[in-house]
């Protein structure tokens, strides 16, 4: 089975020279590895022209930007593999991640795999660090059923981060919505479930992620996502009518309570970790930043940072 690796990267030089590193690791080499620059101003194309690549069967492809959907949508167009395995730039796959991608699709034809995008814990450096990677976890724990069984249509979860395919299926979806800048991949799961095609997840399949957030820069982030579900529900109301992964609007005195932490200073204090909240326990602390981070992020998005 050929294995083409497809990796789209946006002015992000230096975390995908780690990212193609990791590559380097695999028990498994890939047939070929295609970088994707999608409008890139920080010299991608010059630094992979000057890695040592060290035997990794290494192309890549520039193009104005469009974001990620367009440029892995030209990746694969481009790509040899009967198998394409996608990645983001800012993370590290496991030694034996290429062999438990071809070794899922050998057991399960023509089916996608998602592994596991998790935050190392011996990199964390700051509490919201230790909090994204707690997240994380908590997030994709109740996934782990869904090894050797496909996930329910109601319950899809796919992320392209770190995530496999035919080629054959690829094409009979169409690929990535090109029209989509956030949620193109949640939005390839709902269409593949409906298609019959069987999406499954690998929580032992882990890819790091390079993710060295703020609370200021993780509430953005969110507001993103807010926004990619709306376009989702424009664009396509009947297939994403039921997305359990939205946010809903509070009421009551959850409300008011999201109105509390709405202020940008709570966000200021988190960031500078000041003593009284470091002084919190952990669940505690954890607590808070939920409430600012969707008070902020969802509730009041006037208020962010």
Avoid at 15 to 28: I, N, T
Avoid at 134 to 142: A, D, E, N, Q, T
Avoid at 200 to 221: G, Q
């Amino acid at each position: 089975m050929k294995i083409s690796v497809i990796i789209p990267t946006y002015n992000g030089k230096e975390r995908l020279l780690r990212c193609l590193e990791a590559l380097k690791q695999q028990s498994r080499l890939p047939d070929e590895v295609i970088v994707s620059i999608d409008g890139s101003t920080d010299a991608t194309a010059e630094a992979l022209a000057h890695w040592n690549a060290a035997g990794l069967p290494l192309q890549w492809i520039e193009a104005p930007n469009g974001g990620r959907a367009v440029a892995r949508n030209r990746g694969a167009r481009m790509a040899q593999g009967e198998l394409l395995i996608f990645l983001d730039d800012d993370v590290r796959l496991i030694p034996q991640g290429i062999a438990m991608h071809e070794a899922h699709h050998r057991r399960f034809e023509n089916s996608i795999l998602v592994g596991a995008t998790l935050e190392e814990e011996a990199l964390l450096r700051t509490d919201m660090h230790r909090y994204k990677a707690y997240l994380s976890r908590l997030w994709l724990k109740p996934l782990v059923a869904y090894a050797t069984q496909p996930m329910p249509a109601g319950k899809v979860f796919l992320a392209a981060a770190n995530m496999s395919m035919p080629r054959q299926v690829f094409e009979q979806l169409g690929g990535f919505d090109e029209r989509l800048r956030d949620a193109e991949d949640y939005d390839l799961g709902v269409r593949a479930v409906q298609a019959g095609v069987p999406v499954y997840f690998n929580y032992d399949l882990i890819a790091w992620h390079d993710d060295w957030i703020t609370c200021a820069s993780y509430i953005r982030r969110i507001r993103q996502y807010q926004a990619a579900q709306e376009q989702l529900q424009r664009l396509k109301p009947g297939l994403h009518a039921r997305n359990p992964y939205a946010y809903r609007p509070a009421r009551g005195w959850r409300r008011l309570a999201y109105r509390f932490f709405s202020h940008p200073v709570w966000v200021q204090w988190i960031d500078r970790e000041v003593f009284w909240i470091r002084r919190l326990p952990r669940a505690l602390r954890y607590r808070l930043y939920d409430w600012v981070i969707m008070a902020q992020a969802v509730h009041f998005p006037e208020a962010a940072p």
